[in-house]
């Protein structure tokens, strides 16, 4: 059983080192229902990393917190960044009782 759990161990860290390698190309940070600060954290250990461009999204009430992330790791944490660009849309979520329902999105691009 030792064997299996290591082997278990080994192929989620490579579908994660995967994904990892697969998600380089654009460094995104997905805004869900933490604290603000641990998605700082998260953009700031991207850029210390040698990410160029990270992209913050966020859907519906969550907008809001996307741009207090953008803000506060721009003006307090690495002030040498820029807004690169600012994506809003809409997307439609079916919810439980099938109807389909309108979420406004956004995409902030930082990059340095």
């Known amino acids: 059983m030792t064997e299996d759990k290591s082997s278990k161990k080994v192929s989620n860290k490579q579908t994660e080192s995967k994904a990892l390698r697969d998600s380089k190309d ?3 940070i997905l805004v869900g229902n933490k ?3 641990s998605y700082v954290l998260a953009c700031v250990t991207l850029f210390n990393k040698g990410a160029k461009e990270v992209v913050i999204k966020a859907r519906g009430r969550l907008i809001s917190r996307a741009v207090d992330v953008a803000e506060i ?3 307090r944490f690495i002030e040498d960044l820029m807004v690169k660009h600012i994506e809003i849309g ?3 979520v079916q ?3 099938g109807s ?3 979420v406004s999105t956004i995409d902030i691009t930082l990059s340095r």
């Open 73 to 75: 790791t721009r003006h």
């Open 100 to 102: 389909d329902l309108n």
């Open 26 to 28: 654009m460094d995104c």
């Open 95 to 97: 919810t439980d009782k």
């Open 90 to 92: 809409t997307t439609s």
């Open 35 to 37: 604290n603000v600060m």
